[in-house]
């Protein structure tokens, strides 16, 4: 799976868990850019995002994430 694909779908699981199709993710992308994202919909999404790839975030990592790079990088890692 290329980046812009992974990318695209990781954007599309915040889009439905967040409800709003406005929401355009880039590596850059943190908490603070995007409304809703607070310690509550982050555990939605994670949980979403870990059901969509077919893996599991460790606590540690779940706690580490400063923004969507790092949670593709995971994503990538873990698909290997």
Known sequence: MTHPELLSRVTAIFRDVLDDERIILTDGTTAKDI???DSLSHF???NAL????GIRFTTEE???FQNIGQICGLIKGKLR
């Open 44 to 46: 939605q999404l994670i």
């Open 62 to 64: 779940i706690y580490s």
């Open 50 to 53: 870990e059901r969509e790839f």
């Open 35 to 37: 409304e809703g994202w």
